[in-house]
Structure formats: C-alpha cells, structure tokens
C-alpha cells in the first residue's frame, strides 16, 4: 500500500487499485464512486481566542488559513468551502489530510476538513 499525493498511473502497472477523491479522466479505467465526505471550516479554540472570526461571506479576509499545495488541490487556489481566499493569508501550505488536521490542531490557522476527523478533535471548532 503506497499513500502519496501523486496518483499512482494505473495504466502503466504501478497499481491495480488506486483509491482517490477525483474520478478519473482515462477511458481505460473503471471506476467505483465509494463515499461521499463532508467538508467544513474548523479552527483550533486557541486560534479564535486571538482572532475574531464571523460567520458571513468575507470571514476569512485578512485570517490565516491553511490550504493544500497547488498540485494537490488546484481547487485551494481561490476558495476554500466556497468561500474566497483572496484577501486571507496562507500561513501554510500542505501535501496531507493528516498535516492539514495536525496544523489547525496546533492553531496555525482556518482550515478546510473533512468533518468526519475534525469532529473528532476536542480542540477544533466548526465554523
């Protein structure tokens, strides 16, 4: 089993069974729909103790957040949950759902999560 960010090429052999959060665009390829996630904006209860956070369409200007690198999720590059990312500073950028999770634990800033993990973490706050 290989977790990696970069997606094993099924047609050349380097795997028999990819999992991933995008289908596929190969013709060749057979693919499965598993499961539907939910996403939601959490941060650590330290980070809104300092930062002032509301709940409207610009919350996230001038607020630290936490997205993936550009060549995991191109879609991080203007929005996050729906929500513009223009005007927020990117405080860091990470390759892992698990980096992600670990780095808004650590109140490093908003992040978009899975709710299924964040839910679970008595330091985050849903948004």
Known sequence: ????????????READIAVRLD????????????????LGLFA???????????????????????????RVTPRHAEKICGLPITNARVTMEV????????ATRAGIGIA???????ENAPQLTRL
């Open 1 to 12: 089993m290989v977790t990696a960010t970069q997606p094993s090429k099924l047609t050349r």
């Open 23 to 38: 289908r596929p665009t190969d013709p060749d390829l057979i693919a499965r729909h598993l499961t539907k996630h939910k």
């Open 44 to 70: 650590a209860k330290t980070y809104l103790e300092k930062h002032e956070v509301t709940a409207d369409s610009k919350c996230l200007d001038g607020r630290d957040i936490i997205t993936y690198q550009h």
């Open 95 to 102: 390759s892992s759902a698990m980096m992600m999770l670990e």
């Open 112 to 118: 978009e999560l899975a709710v299924h993990l964040a």
